[in-house]
C-alpha cells in the first residue's frame, strides 16, 4: 500500500502507485482504506507517522491477513535551491584628494536532518500473513544546489591623490544528516511469496561559492589601490542505511 497524506495528521492508503501518485482511493472516503485485507484483530494498529524530522510508515503489534501484496514504503524526498548574489560599487571623485571603498559578503547555510523509518514490528503472537509478497522499503534521497558569490568594485578620480580599495567574499555551508532504516523487529512475517526489506539513501550537494574584487584609481599625483577576494564552501554528508530483519520468524512459499 502506499501512504497518501491528506492533512497533518489524516493519511489515506493506496493499492497502487498510480492513485498515490494522483492522490486518491479508489471507491472509499474513508481516513485510512486496506483494500485486500481480510481481517485484523480489535484494538489493533495500523499507523502511519510524519512530523518532526521524520517519515514513517509502519504495522506495530497488529495481525494483519491479506489477499494481495502487502506494501510499507516510507521515503523522503527533498530539494533544496538557494541563491545569495550580491555586489557592490563606490565611486570617489575630487579636485583634491578621493577615497573610495567597496566591502561586501554573501553567505548562505542549509542543513537538513530527516529519519526515514519503514517496517513491521511486535510481538511474535502477532502475525502478518498474505499469499502474496511482503515488501517494505524506506528511502532518502536529498538534493542541495547552493549558488552563492560577492563582487565588489570601487574607483577614485581626483587631480591631487587618490585611492581605493575593495573587498568581496562568499561562503557556503552544506549539510545533511539523514536515515533510511527498513526492518522487521520481533515479529512473525508469512508471505506467499517474497520478503523483502530494502533500504537507499542518496543525497547529492552542488555548491558554487565565488568572491571578485576591482579597482580603479586616476590621478595626476600619487595613488594607490588594494583589492581582496575569497570564497569557500563547505559540504557535509552524513546519511545512515539499514535494512535488518531481527528476533523475527520469517516464512516464505519461495
Given at each position: 500500500y502506499y501512504v497518501i497524506r491528506v492533512s497533518a495528521n489524516t493519511f489515506r492508503l493506496a493499492l497502487t502507485k498510480a492513485d498515490a501518485m494522483r492522490g486518491v482511493v479508489t471507491g472509499n472516503?474513508?481516513?485510512?482504506?486496506?483494500?485486500?485485507?481480510?481481517?485484523?484483530?480489535?484494538?489493533?494498529?495500523?499507523?502511519?507517522v510524519t512530523g518532526g524530522s521524520g517519515v514513517s510508515a509502519f504495522i506495530e503489534d497488529s495481525r494483519v491477513t491479506a489477499q494481495t501484496d502487502i506494501r510499507l514504503s516510507a521515503e523522503n524526498l527533498q530539494f533544496i535551491a538557494s541563491r545569495a548574489l550580491v555586489g557592490s560599487l563606490?565611486?570617489?571623485?575630487?579636485?583634491?584628494?578621493?577615497?573610495?571603498?567597496?566591502?561586501?559578503?554573501?553567505?548562505?547555510?542549509?542543513?537538513?536532518?530527516?529519519?526515514?523509518?519503514?517496517?513491521?514490528?511486535?510481538?511474535?503472537?502477532?502475525?502478518?500473513?498474505?499469499?502474496?509478497?511482503?515488501?517494505?522499503?524506506?528511502?532518502?534521497?536529498?538534493?542541495?544546489?547552493?549558488?552563492?558569490?560577492?563582487f565588489a568594485i570601487s574607483a577614485a578620480f581626483s587631480k591631487g591623490g587618490s585611492g581605493a580599495i575593495s573587498i568581496g567574499f562568499a561562503l557556503s555551508t552544506n549539510e545533511t544528516h539523514n536515515s533510511a532504516i527498513a526492518s522487521v523487529e520481533r515479529a512473525t512475517v508469512q508471505a506467499g511469496d517474497d520478503v523483502s526489506v530494502f533500504a537507499s539513501g542518496a543525497s547529492d550537494i552542488s555548491a558554487y561559492a565565488f568572491g571578485g574584487a576591482g579597482t580603479l584609481t586616476v590621478s595626476k599625483v600619487a595613488s594607490f589601490a588594494g583589492a581582496g577576494a575569497g570564497a569557500g564552501a563547505d559540504n557535509l554528508v552524513s546519511t545512515i542505511v539499514r535494512?535488518?530483519?531481527?528476533?523475527?520468524?520469517?516464512?516464505?512459499?519461495?
Open positions: 472516503g474513508n481516513a485510512i482504506r486496506m483494500t485486500g485485507v481480510t481481517g485484523t484483530e480489535a484494538g489493533d494498529d495500523l499507523r502511519f563606490a565611486v570617489a571623485g575630487s579636485k583634491g584628494v578621493a577615497i573610495g571603498g567597496a566591502v561586501v559578503g554573501a553567505g548562505s547555510s542549509n542543513r537538513t536532518q530527516t529519519d526515514v523509518f519503514a517496517g513491521v514490528r511486535g510481538s511474535a503472537a502477532r502475525a502478518v500473513a498474505t499469499t502474496g509478497d511482503v515488501l517494505i522499503s524506506a528511502s532518502d534521497r536529498t538534493q542541495i544546489t547552493s549558488d552563492t558569490g560577492g535494512a535488518e530483519i531481527e528476533g523475527v520468524t520469517a516464512t516464505s512459499a519461495h
